[in-house]
Structure formats: structure tokens, C-alpha cells
């Protein structure tokens, strides 16, 4: 397997643009996470899935934030209208068993809005 | 909050010497895991102790836990210029989901 895909590595936006970044978990993976990481707050869940249903999205920061699983395979984390303090590392993970193993991270997607 | 808190902050050491890392946490957990993250990557998952174990090895990894202090600590053992890296722990509380984790230790292993 190649392991949890992100795209883009890289996005570089302007204020108010939305922004759409993808996952492609593991095969058979159940659970799909995306995290959000910055100097200041570390590593922060944003949102889980379980069998494509978003479970828990209280981390979701504004409704700004959204964020779909239309199939096992693919994932999709969308911010509309973007802003600066959007910037920093997205995560995407997968997981068998929920948390009782451990999670595959993908290489994540940084974004930076100016 | 249930983030655990990693001691040092930031670890440096030379080729060939043991680094030991520390995360305290508040609330009881159903198991303890540890990440590394090299700069610009994913994390990667190193190992995971439950909380009815007291320790656990994998290779030159050697991970403690300590329900009692609410502690666990991470050894890397002969430590190597590639071993340089962040590395998190992350819990899995009693009664939540989801894993919590910690702002990490910079580790600086010089040749």
C-alpha cells in the first residue's frame, strides 16, 4: 500500500479563496482523521469519520470549514473563504480499529493564505 | 485540556548517546502511543503501550509507563544522526475516542 495520499503538498491562496484539499486513505482503513497543526496549538483533530459518517466535528474551527467522505477511498477538507489564520499543516490519518492502533499519516498539506 | 505535556522541550545530543523523553498526562488512559515526525513529513507511528503494561521494546525503543504518575518515557537507545526528529506522545483517554496529543521534543542528534 502507499500509505495515506494528500494533495496538494503545497497551497498558496489569497484571503477569501476557498480551498480544497484531498485524502486517499489505506485500503481498509475505517476511520479517517484530519488534523490541523501549528507552532501555537500543536496538533489539533478537526474531524473523524467511521465507515464514510463524520462522527465527531466539534474541532471544526467555523463553518468556514467543511468536510466530506463520499467513499471509502477519498476524503475532502474544504475551507470557503479562506484567511490568514488558516495557515498551517494539514493532516489526513486512517485507522483499523479506531484508536486502539495506531493511525497512518499522510505527508499533509501546508497551506499558506495571504 | 487532556493534552499531554512532553518534557524537554528540545533534546540535544551526540551519535552514539541514549535520548530520553518524558509525557506527563491528567486523566486515565487505554493506552499511550508514540510518534515521530521528521521536519516537513507525516507523523509515523513508533509503538504503543496499553495502560495494563508497564513497558515495552522495539528495537532500540524502549517505552515506560507509569499509571500511578499519570508518566511514560521514551528511550531511544545508541542514538543516530537519522533519529533526528519531533517526537510526540499521544493518549487515548478512558471514556474518548480519539487520541490527544502533545506538542512534541525536538531531538538534535549530532554526528
Known amino acids: 500500500d502507499a500509505g495515506v495520499i494528500q494533495s496538494p503538498r503545497h497551497e498558496v491562496t489569497e484571503m477569501g479563496q476557498e480551498v480544497t484539499l484531498r485524502c486517499k486513505p489505506i485500503?481498509?482503513?475505517?476511520?479517517l482523521f484530519w488534523y490541523r497543526q501549528t507552532m501555537m496549538r500543536g496538533l489539533e483533530l478537526l474531524i473523524y469519520?467511521?465507515?464514510?459518517?463524520?462522527?465527531?466535528d466539534s474541532g471544526m474551527p467555523e463553518d468556514r470549514f467543511s468536510a466530506k467522505m463520499p467513499n471509502a477511498s477519498f476524503s475532502t477538507l474544504k475551507i470557503q473563504p479562506s484567511e490568514p489564520r488558516d495557515s498551517a499543516v494539514y493532516f489526513c490519518?486512517?485507522?483499523?480499529?479506531?484508536?486502539?492502533?495506531?493511525?497512518?499519516f499522510g505527508s499533509g498539506t501546508r497551506l499558506t493564505v495571504v | 485540556s487532556q493534552q499531554g505535556e512532553e518534557d524537554p522541550q528540545a533534546l540535544s545530543i551526540q551519535e552514539g548517546e541514549n535520548a530520553t523523553m518524558n509525557c506527563s498526562y491528567k486523566?486515565?488512559?487505554?493506552?499511550l502511543q508514540w510518534y515521530r515526525q521528521n521536519s516537513g513529513r507525516g507523523l509515523v507511528h513508533l509503538i504503543l503501550i496499553r495502560s495494563n503494561e508497564r513497558e515495552k521494546h522495539s528495537g532500540r525503543l524502549r517505552v515506560t509507563l507509569d499509571t500511578s504518575k499519570k508518566s511514560s518515557s521514551l528511550l531511544i537507545t545508541a542514538s543516530r544522526a537519522a533519529d533526528t526528529a519531533s517526537y510526540f506522545c499521544a493518549t487515548l483517554h478512558s471514556g474518548y475516542s480519539t487520541l490527544t496529543f502533545g506538542k512534541g521534543t525536538m531531538l538534535l542528534v549530532s554526528p
Open positions: 469519520f467511521n465507515n464514510n459518517v463524520p462522527i465527531d
Open positions: 485500503s481498509g482503513h475505517d476511520y
Open positions: 486523566t486515565s488512559i487505554n493506552n
Open positions: 490519518a486512517s485507522s483499523f480499529r479506531q484508536s486502539l492502533d495506531g493511525y497512518t
